[in-house]
């Protein structure tokens, strides 16, 4: 089984839809989860972080994490095709000083 | 504030070479951690380093190795090197490297080997 698991899509959704991208994990001691955008031919940027469950907004960007569940995903409203990218989530285990990354999941945003 | 800087940004090595990849994390960090990115596995995490001292290892053979300067710059070393080398390896830095850091990425050093 893999640490970090997402479905590698392509996920393809029309302009203005809520774009849904999933990931789980398997390492119930991890502490910190991300959520990293990468356009094609450049490197990973930040875009979401959360620690807590529950959700977490920011603009037109939600994290929702399930602890109990060990499942991450992050919802993009209002998608634009400038959202097109890879998705990759990423999970940080508590004293283990390593950030694990799942294969991605590519996102089209049909205009 | 600068980025994360790597260097080279291509690298073109024939099998059996060694090579040394060189990364600057932001001023003031002082964790860097490495990652190998190909098409089929995704980013794999090769190390992670803390002033100075390594504090995890992923799982990759000992031809591949690292270290970190004082100054929190870092170099990654990878010997005898095979075809299946060839990736995209990025660095990214962090502040302290602690459970809730995030990580900022470097543009990566593309190496192919021949």
């Known amino acids: 089984q893999k640490e970090v698991e997402q479905n590698s899509g392509p996920l393809s959704v029309p302009e203005g839809a809520i774009a849904s991208l999933n990931c789980t994990y398997s390492?119930?001691?991890?502490?910190?989860f991300f959520w990293y955008r990468q356009y094609s031919g450049k490197s990973p940027e930040l875009i979401m972080f959360?620690?807590?469950?529950g959700d977490k907004e920011d603009g037109r960007f939600t994290a929702q994490l399930n602890k109990a569940s060990q499942y991450v995903s992050l919802l993009i409203r209002d998608s634009q095709p400038s959202d097109s990218a890879t998705y990759l989530c990423?999970?940080?285990?508590?004293?283990?000083?390593?950030?694990?990354f799942g294969a991605g999941t590519r996102l089209f945003v049909k205009a | 504030k600068a980025g994360v800087t790597q260097t080279p940004r291509y690298l073109i090595k024939t099998r059996g070479q060694q090579v040394t990849l060189s990364c600057s994390p932001i001023?003031?960090?002082?964790?860097v951690s490495w990652y190998q990115q190909t098409p089929g596995q995704g980013l794999q995490f090769l190390f992670e380093?803390?002033?100075?001292?390594?504090?995890n290892k992923g799982n990759f053979p000992g031809r591949f190795s690292g270290r970190q300067f004082s100054n929190s710059r870092s170099e990654m070393n990878v010997s005898t090197l095979e075809l299946g080398d060839s990736a995209l390896y990025l660095c990214?830095?962090?502040?302290?490297?602690?459970?809730?850091?995030?990580?900022?990425f470097g543009s990566g050093t593309q190496l192919s080997v021949l």
């Open positions: 990214a830095s962090s502040s302290a490297g602690t459970t809730n850091e995030k990580l900022f």
């Open positions: 390492d119930r001691g991890s502490q910190s």
């Open positions: 959360i620690y807590s469950n």
């Open positions: 990423a999970v940080r285990v508590a004293g283990g000083f390593k950030t694990i």
């Open positions: 001023s003031g960090h002082r964790s």
């Open positions: 380093y803390f002033s100075e001292t390594q504090r």
